[in-house]
């Protein structure tokens, strides 16, 4: 991560246009504060993404947090063929000025590069792959899947320079690195599975009281012990002894939260 740094590092000096991603179910744990430093005088488009699986209330808020006179914020849908349109000219409107310095000293206008950056498994690729209109880069579920990079040309208008996503290298915010855990940025295994569960379960508590009643018939949140053996009931998920399966369901429960099936849910709150 530390060397991934250091190259983006390098290669923002050659950028005009930060391409910048957040889940929308966590956008503040998906802000990467080095690289927030090292772009911070580059102007932006920040993309969030993964908005089908977050509340849509939040992702309305966090889009009006995100933009300020040097940016541009967009909901995206990168598996939507009208989100090219959408992401490519607001490209151009970020890097009009560069074009208006560049006719000043009688320089034909040259594309506008632009830096792809952003976590692990937040769809850098995806977004690569709609842009090129080809599958361009390697798009997986898992973190880190990326490696490399490489330049892109879109269009006539600019080029792309897709980066390896990067996490900081270390959390001292333990809610952080569960909320990037939960969404599927960083290894579940980096923190035991009851210590998400346990977290996960107290945020659905209070902020989605009723998000386990249709997958799983579970009306109250209660225990996590009793949250766990309603789902091992209910799943038939039993040891070889028929005793109910605790680490089992602990895993269901988490897959599931990742996957959108218990509901539109944003883990960070404005």
């Known amino acids: ?6 190259e983006v590092e390098e290669k923002v000096k050659v950028v005009d246009v ?21 772009t911070k005088h580059k102007k932006k488009l920040y993309l969030i ?9 939040q992702t309305e808020l966090w889009q009006k947090h995100f933009k300020n006179e040097d940016s541009e914020v967009i909901v995206a849908n990168l ?32 594309p ?10 937040v769809g850098k690729s995806s977004l690569i792959n709609l842009l090129a209109k080809r599958k361009a880069a390697g798009v997986q579920n898992k973190p880190g899947y990326t490696r490399g990079e490489q ?17 900081p290298m270390s959390y001292e915010n333990k809610e952080k690195a569960a909320n990037l855990a939960l969404i599927g940025s960083i290894r579940e295994d980096i923190l035991p599975n009851t210590d998400l569960v346990e977290m996960l379960l ?17 009306d109250e949140i209660s225990s996590h012990k009793e949250v766990c053996l309603t789902i091992s009931s209910k799943r038939g ?10 680490d089992k369901a602990e895993s269901l429960l988490l897959k599931e939260f990742k996957d959108g099936l218990l509901g539109r849910i944003t883990l960070e709150w404005l």
Do not use: C
């Open 1 to 6: 991560m530390n060397k991934a740094l250091h």
């Open 18 to 38: 930060i391409i910048e991603l957040f889940d929308a179910r966590a956008p503040f744990s998906s802000v990467n504060e080095q690289l927030e430093k090292a």
């Open 49 to 57: 993404t993964k908005a089908d699986l977050a509340d849509p209330k």
């Open 79 to 110: 598996g939507d063929r009208k989100s090219y349109d959408i992401i490519s000219n607001a490209v151009v409107r970020l890097g009009k000025s560069k074009w208006a310095k560049e006719m000043a000293r009688g320089i034909k206008p040259q």
């Open 112 to 121: 506008i590069r632009t830096m792809i950056i952003g976590i692990p498994n």
């Open 151 to 167: 330049w892109i040309r879109v269009n006539k208008d600019f080029l792309l320079l897709d980066t390896p996503g990067i996490l």
């Open 202 to 218: 107290a945020f659905l508590k209070e902020h989605y009281p009723d998000a386990l009643r249709e997958r799983f018939g579970i």
């Open 237 to 246: 998920l039993l040891k070889a002894n028929n005793q109910p399966d605790i």
